[in-house]
């Protein structure tokens, strides 16, 4: 079975209505800020669409989340899709998502959203009110989400600040910095605490957690030597963990989406996260926009790594499965 856990597929709205000349779901263009922008048709949210294209790029089930910033519009999303999952209970699981910082209004919606209307996980962003997750302000919504028993979706953010190196005449900012925002975020819930004070919290770091893999090797030697006589010690103050970062590392899942056709960052993450912690994703339409022959493709692909069976398959639907507890 695949399921794919990163889509942006959307709520309609009725202020738009016609698809994109070009055909495309999704189109980037440089916006008058110097930046390169992203913008997605209504044909996003045509559900005949989306269930064709998972037919044809064979994905059996998709989670389906949301961006919304407001407790009105995070309320709708969540009436939306639970009947959505209602009307295509084989093919959609529902993802809640709330304002994380926004107390007791917010977490009264994601008990809702999660009691009362099924939905199996909650979304949320790298950063939230411009903080980030190891921010003591998120601990209540941690709290919250692991009284729930439900993993949290992190996204990243598209406009992440603090990355003026990468503005550029060129896609520098666009293609790098929530990428390398996200492997930040990775880091900062394992060596701000976040996992040491909520063990049982599932966490699920989006895009490969934006290639984590292949800068591990500088934290095993700054915290290897980080005590030695000239290293300064790897801690400002007093350490935030009890354990080596490597355990808090492996309760961390991360999706697969972000790359199109990432057999290279594939190969790249196996070297340091286990194939039971990741979960299979798309980006649609932002990738595989009328594609889903190249999703076929990556599958295939993925089905001849050099592993276990039961792995590869964890991979594109039974490590989903087990985290989001689904009765199929």
């Known amino acids: 079975m695949i399921i794919d856990l990163e889509n942006h597929f959307t709520m309609p709205d009725p202020g738009k209505t016609k698809p994109f000349e070009s055909g495309k779901i999704c189109e980037r263009f440089w916006g008058e800020d110097g930046k390169m922008h992203i913008r997605i048709s209504p044909e996003a949210s045509n559900v005949d669409l989306f269930l064709k294209f998972m037919d044809e790029a064979g994905i059996d089930m998709a989670g389906l989340t949301n ?3 407001t407790l009105e519009d995070q309320t709708k999303w969540h009436d939306y899709c639970a009947d959505l999952v209602q009307k295509h209970p084989k093919r959609f699981i529902g993802f809640a998502t709330v304002s994380p ?38 601990w209540p919504f941690y709290e919250k989400a692991s009284a729930l028993d439900i993993p949290v979706n992190v996204h990243i953010e598209a406009f992440p600040e603090g990355f003026d190196a990468l503005h550029a ?9 929530r990428e390398l925002d996200m492997i930040a975020s990775v880091l900062r819930v394992i060596f ?38 000239g290293w300064g010690g790897f801690y ?33 993450a196996l070297t340091r996260i286990s194939p039971k ?13 009328y594609e889903p022959e190249k999703v076929k493709e990556f599958v295939a ?27 199929l």
């Open 169 to 177: 005449p060129y896609a520098l900012y666009y293609v790098v910095a």
């Open 67 to 69: 961006h919304s910033r």
């Open 192 to 229: 701000g605490g976040v996992l040491e004070d909520f063990p049982d919290l599932k966490l699920i770091m989006n895009h490969f957690g934006g290639g984590i893999s292949g800068v591990l090797e500088r934290f095993d030697a700054y915290t290897s030597f980080a005590e030695q006589p």
């Open 101 to 138: 910082l926004g107390g007791k209004p917010a977490f009264d919606e994601l008990e809702r959203a999660v009691k009362d209307l099924g939905m199996k996980a909650v979304h949320i962003y790298t950063r939230n009110n411009n903080l980030f997750l190891d921010d003591r302000e998120m």
């Open 236 to 268: 400002r103050d007093k350490p935030l963990i009890s354990k080596p970062y490597t355990e808090y590392f492996d309760k961390l899942y991360f999706n697969m989406a972000g790359r199109e056709y990432g057999m290279a960052v594939l190969k790249g």
């Open 277 to 289: 912690k990741l979960v299979f994703g798309t980006d649609w339409p932002l990738n595989y926009d």
């Open 301 to 327: 692909d993925i089905r001849k790594l050099d592993l276990p069976e039961e792995d590869i398959e964890g991979m594109l639907g039974g490590n989903a499965i087990k985290l989001l507890k689904l009765d």
